[in-house]
């Protein structure tokens, strides 16, 4: 049977795998797709309460493609192991290519080997937010998804963009805006001078008469009490 993507329900993706590092129930060095399959079968009580931390769930309908046939990704075409990867669609648009570059562990788990490809955007995927965030898709079968399942690596992300549409090279020939508000705007709404506005009510308070604070009652022998609870109170503000 075959498959695609078909809906999300809204609740934000709880990586399980970061549980269980932090719970250093599996290594952070060790962590991959793998492992939390097979802890997950040694442990099924361990396992249910470990998916119910998740909300996040994927829905998913059947098509009608052979075992020759690739998946089709959010752009609507049959992706292409090693050259399509997923990004965030609210950042990115499709048929984007991207060069990406590092090392990862493709030969083993252990080796280090050099990854320098060009790629296409033509996926995405409710895990993948952010603006320098890719998934690298390497096909179906077996062996691409232990591959797949233990890349967590960082690497050198970079968008290619058309000279055309070089935000930099725009910028620069494009006229700066008018300061705000404009002159026309301005008129309509006419600023006071705040320079005489401030002078004026200075000069106005400085011929008014200042009032003078109320005389303290005198405190008598009858109020020795309420005298030291004021004071107290006092020191405790100071």
Do not use: C
Not at 11 to 32: A, C, E, F, H, K
Not at 86 to 107: N, Q, R, W
Not at 144 to 149: E, F, I, L, Q
Not at 189 to 195: E, N, T
């Amino acid at each position: 049977m075959r498959i695609n993507y078909d809906a999300h329900n809204g609740y934000p993706y709880t990586p399980v795998g970061r549980i269980l590092i932090d719970r250093n129930i599996i290594p952070r060095d060790q962590m991959s797709m793998q492992r939390i399959r097979e802890w997950m079968e040694q442990n099924p009580e361990g396992a249910n309460e470990l998916r119910r931390l998740n909300r996040s769930y994927v829905f998913f309908r059947e098509v009608g493609l052979s075992d020759k046939d690739e998946a089709v990704g959010a752009q609507g075409v049959p992706l292409t192991p090693g050259r399509s990867i997923a990004v965030d669609k609210s950042l990115h648009v499709y048929g984007t290519p991207f060069f990406i570059e590092g090392e990862l562990p493709i030969e083993s788990e252990q080796s280090k080997t050099p990854f320098r490809r060009l790629m296409v955007a033509q996926d995405t995927g409710s895990a993948i937010v952010g603006p320098a965030r890719a998934d690298l898709y390497f096909g179906a079968g077996v062996d691409a998804g232990k591959v797949s399942g233990r890349l967590r690596h960082t690497m050198r992300f970079v968008m290619l963009v058309p000279k055309s549409l070089d935000p930099a090279a725009r910028g620069r020939a494009m006229p700066v805006p008018e300061q705000r508000p404009s002159a026309k705007i301005a008129k309509l709404f006419p600023q006071p001078d705040l320079a005489k506005a401030s002078a004026s009510t200075a000069v106005a308070e400085a011929t008014q008469p200042v009032p003078l604070p109320a005389a303290r009652p005198e405190i008598g022998p009858d109020r020795p009490a309420r005298r030291h609870r004021h004071h107290r109170y006092y020191r405790r503000l100071r």
